[in-house]
């Protein structure tokens, strides 16, 4: 069947790469970008892009009817360390985005929707390694508890109306494509482009704060590749895992490529979140339902961040 999409939230650090991978699989024409601000070039010129906000559930519902779309991807959010010096708003946009593009499935205006979630969902009271999928949330931060109760509204929908949704938890993201968002694991990103910019960094987290990691490239893999399953009969959402790394160990994988490399410690207030995730992920469900595997490690990520971030 030929697929429709729609990208909502299009432009940010994964919309961006999503949006660029989707059209290179299904073509140009058949992936529309859409975001309240425009993207990069490379957003911009290789295909359709619509000023939208997800917000405004009349304006995405005709865009689903006027252009047919079947498959929607709904990545607008507001990340965590942004989201805790403006909360309400935070919430407002991570919940009714989502609310609206749920009711909308309900109503039978496109066939799948995918739905990210992220390790922000855990809290305190979680087990710190090995996280498993199903165990005891409490997240402390309002981007958390916007993930967790986004998980939940996914199920009742999938549960109640057999919408088709999917959700993956993400880990802290990398890539050279895109700025981060306002994210506490953004210092990995950070590093890479001051490592060749100045050759020092100041990190905003101390230099053991381990926290589950991806290199993008996999993390869009995992994306589309659950996509593509078959309908399942039960709505889950997905651990999936990288690396688990802490900026020290990101330093001396650094200082591999650039010996003159140093790095400098001053936590902020985005410790105490990074304090209350999981250090590493349990992704068994994910391998075994739909043969998930990351293909790549620190030192790998690292030489392509470096070659790229010049």
Same mark, same amino acid.
């Given at each position: 069947?030929?697929?429709? @999409? ?7 650090? @994964? ?22 601000? /425009?993207?990069?070039?490379? @957003? ?8 939208? *906000? ?6 995405? !519902? ?8 079947? $498959? ?14 403006? /909360?309400?708003?935070?919430w407002d946009l991570n ?16 066939? $799948?929707?995918?739905? /990210? ?21 409490? /997240? ?14 996914? $199920?009742? +929908? ?17 890539? +050279? !494509? ?8 953004? +210092? ?12 020092? +960094? ?48 990101m330093s001396k994988s ?8 140093? @790095? ?32 790549? *490690? ?8 470096l070659a790229h971030c010049?």
């Open positions: 069947m030929k697929q429709h @999409i729609l990208v909502i939230g299009a432009c940010g650090q @994964i919309g961006t790469e999503l949006t660029l991978k989707l059209r290179q699989l299904f073509g140009n024409e058949n992936v529309i970008a859409s975001d309240i601000h /425009p993207g990069n070039q490379e @957003i911009m010129q290789s295909g359709l892009f619509l000023n939208l *906000d997800a917000t405004d559930a009349t304006a995405v !519902k005709e865009l689903l009817i006027s252009h047919k779309i079947t $498959q929607v991807y709904m990545m607008a959010a507001m990340l965590s360390a942004t989201a805790e010096k403006i /909360p309400m708003k935070a919940m009714t985005a989502l609310l609206n593009i749920l009711e909308l499935g309900r109503e039978g205006l496109y066939n $799948q929707v995918f739905w /990210p979630s992220s390790i922000g969902a855990f809290g305190p009271t979680s087990p710190k390694e090995h996280t498993p999928q199903n165990t005891l949330m409490s /997240p402390t931060t309002v981007y958390g508890i916007s993930k967790y109760t986004g998980e939940l509204w996914c $199920q009742y +929908y999938a549960n109640r109306y057999g919408l088709d949704v999917r959700t993956v938890r993400y880990p802290g993201l990398i890539s +050279y !494509k895109a700025q981060p968002g306002g994210g506490t694991t953004d +210092y990995a990103v950070e590093i890479y482009f001051e490592a060749l910019k100045a050759k020092k +960094y100041t990190c905003f987290l101390s230099e053991n704060a381990t926290l589950p990691m991806m290199y993008m490239d996999d993390a869009i893999r995992a994306t589309y590749t659950l996509m593509a399953q078959p309908k399942m009969a039960v709505y889950k959402a997905y651990n999936i895992a990288g690396m688990s790394l802490n900026p020290k160990e650094i200082q591999k490529q650039l010996p003159d490399f140093s @790095i400098s410690y001053q936590p902020d207030f985005r410790q105490a979140i990074a304090e209350s995730w999981p250090k590493s992920i349990d992704d068994s469900e994910a391998k075994a339902d739909w043969n998930w595997k990351p293909e790549f *490690d620190l030192d790998r990520m690292t030489k392509v961040m010049k």
